[in-house]
């Protein structure tokens, strides 16, 4: 199994970046997948999530109405857009996902999460 993220990079605040997370090794629509990030001398945040199964995405308070997470089953690869970017927003940002179905209060967890990506830096400047 393997997630490959992509799409960090440095930006102003009030601008925009799409991630993007590649999965290989895990089926379509059989897996549950998660974006975490983390800032220096900060533990690792849930930011969002998508379930096996389907069923509504959690996202950290920090980010509602910020951020959005998709998937395309059809690229086997999950998005999270960012938009309205703040300072605060900077951080390594990991993909992670497993292979079952996830309970809603246990998708921001990172123990839930049995493969993680290497993460992309999102950087962005006041």
């Known amino acids: 199994v393997q997630l490959q993220a992509s799409g960090g990079g440095l930006v102003q605040a009030g601008g925009s970046l799409r991630l993007s997370c590649a999965a290989s090794?895990?089926?379509?629509?059989?897996?549950?997948v998660a974006w975490f990030r983390q800032a220096p001398g900060k533990e690792r945040e849930g930011v969002s999530c998508?379930?096996?199964?389907?069923?509504?995405?959690p996202y950290a308070d920090s980010v509602k109405g910020r951020f959005t997470i998709s998937r395309d089953s059809a690229k086997n690869t999950m998005y999270l857009q960012m938009n309205s970017l703040k300072p605060e927003d900077t951080a390594v940002y990991y993909c992670?996902?497993?292979?079952?179905?996830?309970?809603?209060?246990?998708?921001?967890?990172?123990?839930?999460?049995?493969?993680w990506g290497q993460g992309t830096l999102v950087t962005v400047s006041s």
């Open positions: 992670a996902g497993r292979r079952s179905r996830i309970v809603y209060s246990m998708c921001l967890d990172p123990s839930s999460y049995d493969y």
């Open positions: 090794g895990l089926a379509s629509n059989s897996y549950s």
């Open positions: 998508v379930r096996s199964g389907g069923g509504g995405s």
